[in-house]
């Protein structure tokens, strides 16, 4: 399973500093970059390319929801799928599962799931549309196989041999 990629500096109150860091690391694989002890953490998938990708700082208040989610991009839906199982093997709660259809003619496997105070978060790998006709969301039952997964996301009829 590979770390996930592709967010960019987003920045997020939270309750619970030390909860949230240790969340981030054992799920997602990220790295603490820096932090000021007890009030913030830096946080990336790749310090030699990002010197942070998302910042945890304390001070949350309520239960306010500051976000509808935060997306991060894996290489393939192999990954999203191993996220998945991982997810269920160790009760971390799925929002849901969804093939997104992008402007261009791909779409997503995603997996949503909640951090562990509720914020929504999304691992999504691309795959291409077989008929862009028919470019749209999708829903994904990520129990199945890959290769079936794969022909879900992108409208084929029938897993490939």
Not at 10 to 23: E, G, R
Not at 128 to 133: I, K, L, R, V
């Amino acid at each position: 399973m590979q770390k996930v990629t592709g967010l960019s500096h987003v920045v997020l109150y939270v309750h619970d500093l030390d909860k949230m860091v240790a969340f981030y690391q054992e799920v997602l694989g990220l790295t603490i970059t820096h932090q000021n002890p007890g009030r913030m953490v830096f946080m990336t998938a790749d310090p030699e390319v990002e010197d942070h990708q998302i910042a945890l700082a304390k001070g949350r208040e309520g239960d306010a929801k500051l976000l509808a989610h935060i997306a991060w991009q894996v290489p393939t839906p192999a990954d999203v799928k191993a996220y998945y199982e991982r997810f269920k093997a160790t009760g971390i709660p799925i929002d849901h599962t969804v093939s997104h259809a992008y402007a261009k003619p791909e779409n997503t496997v995603s997996c949503y799931f909640q951090d562990p105070e509720g914020n929504r978060l999304e691992v999504f790998a691309m795959v291409e549309e077989t008929d862009p006709a028919q470019h749209v969301n999708r829903p994904l039952d990520l129990d199945k196989s890959v290769a079936e997964i794969v022909a879900q996301a992108s409208n084929r009829v029938t897993a490939p041999a």
